[in-house]
């Protein structure tokens, strides 16, 4: 880089703007160097992240994030009899999880259990859950990890939360006695942050 140039970034890199916290314009961080965008979605979604989430659905003090994947699949449900009442209970989840670049990391299945493409898997057990801000998707989670296999990614794992659901609930209707046993696919997304102890 030539003096010039040097002189101009140095004077850029001292407005207020930048030096004080200010609003700075997506050419000047271009100008700079810095992706204005995917900066500023990454710090929003962290900031939203600590604050949105209930105390119920918080891990333990002493444990850590350690990653947040997406899922991508269905909830599948079984219809069911229980005293003449016909329901869609759940049987399991089916979803594929990626990383926060998109790429596939591993899947999400019955346990319930999450396990990553190194080999390593962890199952728990729901300890809390809270209505989803969107009445028609599945509750936030919060589920305590009681076994592991492998050893990788998830075998520190003792905490996983589910939020940001989207679709997943149960059908309202559809199960009786003609479709006693038929299962149903009902697609959904969701978040889930994995903790361990620090």
């Known amino acids: 880089m030539g ?20 609003i700075v314009s997506a050419q000047l961080y271009s100008r700079i160097g810095i992706r ?5 979605r990454d710090y ?3 900031s939203l992240a600590a604050q949105e989430i209930p105390h119920q659905l ?14 991508r ?15 869609w209970a759940l049987k399991a989840p089916d979803a594929q999880l990626f990383d926060r670049n998109g790429k596939p990391f591993g899947k999400h299945f019955a346990g319930p259990s999450w396990q990553a493409n190194d080999g ?4 728990g057990r729901p300890a809390a859950n809270l209505p989803s801000p969107d009445a028609n998707s599945v509750p936030w989670l919060l589920v305590k990890v009681i076994t592991h296999e492998g050893s990788g990614v998830l075998s520190r ?12 609930k149960a059908p309202a209707s559809g199960c009786d006695a003609s479709h006693l046993s038929q299962e149903t696919r009902v697609p959904y997304e969701a978040d889930y942050r994995f903790f361990a102890p620090e």
């Open 73 to 87: 699949g269905d909830q599948v449900y079984t219809c069911k009899s229980d005293s003449a009442q016909f329901t």
């Open 44 to 46: 929003l979604s962290f």
């Open 157 to 168: 794992v003792t905490t996983i939360q589910r939020i940001h659901t989207k679709g997943g």
């Open 36 to 40: 204005h965008t995917a900066c500023r």
């Open 120 to 123: 390593s898997r962890a199952t």
């Open 58 to 71: 918080q891990p333990p003090a002493n444990e850590k994030l350690l990653l947040q994947v997406h899922a």
């Open 3 to 22: 003096e010039n140039q040097s002189r101009k970034r140095r004077s850029e890199l001292s407005r207020p703007g930048l030096a004080q916290g200010g």
